[in-house]
């Protein structure tokens, strides 16, 4: 997980606190003054980030001692401990709110994550996310996302084609987009299609898309287009405003794929704290 983006984002948020030194702790303790501190969970969650966490303490002070207990994807239950420090305390505490930072974004991105697997465990359905990313911090929320058991759509643009809304439009119709991108395409790159009613799918059907997105459908209206679309050897894929509470209806009534922006734009922070055991 630890990239040269992630490295870059680790000095930019340590920049952001740390630049004008931690006036706090210097004053407060000797260079040689040491401490071990526990970061542990609040309440059950599933860990992501351990590693991102463990490299900000380093970046701080290279003789912090970081030891990861819990690996990426690991349930922790209330009180579970995800990492173990020790060094001179005024590092361990220089470094602390950034690492939480890192850790409880993550963290809480996997563990909604979770959620959303275990509301569909059972199925054939996969569920996947979205480019909806925190600017930078894409490659570490699919990463996140991945440890909560679900799955990893489009990376960036060039991932896969795509059509959608503002695509149909500026081609002047479905048919039309599918069309042009089947003739433009690079040829092992499967033509994915947004519809959002009945007659845009038959559309897309005539015109030789290879995956459908239904967007901002009912179940019931799922249904229906999934077994068309499955009638011709077209993959399914079912998006738009669905939620813990709505996603096993649209399970039953036939996507393969289903696609939640809210795993990483809507997952609420966990809570994980460090305490100093002097």
Do not use: W
């Not at 004053?27 to 590693?51: K, N, P, W, Y």
């Not at 059972?122 to 979205?130: N, Y």
């Amino acid at each position: 997980m630890i990239t040269p983006r992630t490295d870059h984002l680790i000095d930019l948020a340590l920049e952001e606190d740390v630049a004008h030194g931690d006036l706090t702790s210097r004053a407060a303790f000797t260079d040689d003054h040491r401490s071990r501190a526990i970061i542990e969970a609040g309440h059950e969650l599933i860990v992501s980030g351990a590693e991102v966490a463990a490299r900000v303490f380093a970046k701080v002070d290279a003789r912090m001692k970081v030891t990861s207990v819990a690996k990426e994807g690991t349930r922790l239950k209330r009180g579970g401990i995800a990492l173990r420090v020790s060094g001179p305390t005024a590092s361990i505490l220089t470094a602390e709110r950034t690492a939480l930072n890192f850790l409880q974004r993550l963290s809480g991105i996997a563990t909604l994550s979770r959620r959303f697997a275990d509301a569909v465990m059972g199925t054939e359905v996969r569920v996947v996310d979205t480019r909806k990313t925190t600017p930078g911090f894409r490659a570490l929320e699919k990463a996140a996302v991945a440890a909560g058991g679900c799955g990893n759509h489009r990376f960036d643009l060039g991932s896969g084609v795509l059509i959608k809304d503002n695509h149909i439009v500026a081609c002047g119709g479905v048919k039309a987009a599918v069309t042009a991108a089947k003739a433009r395409a690079p040829h092992p790159l499967r033509i994915e299609v947004e519809v959002t009613n009945l007659d845009e799918l038959a559309e897309a059907l005539d015109a030789g898309a290879e995956i459908v997105l239904l967007d901002n459908m009912t179940p019931a209206q799922v249904e229906v287009a999934a077994a068309r679309a499955h009638g011709r050897g077209v993959l399914v894929e079912v998006s738009g405003g669905i939620t813990l509470a709505t996603i096993a209806d649209y399970a039953r009534a036939g996507a393969d794929l289903i696609s939640v922006g809210a795993l990483t734009h809507s997952a609420p922070a966990v809570d994980i704290g460090l305490d100093v055991r002097a």
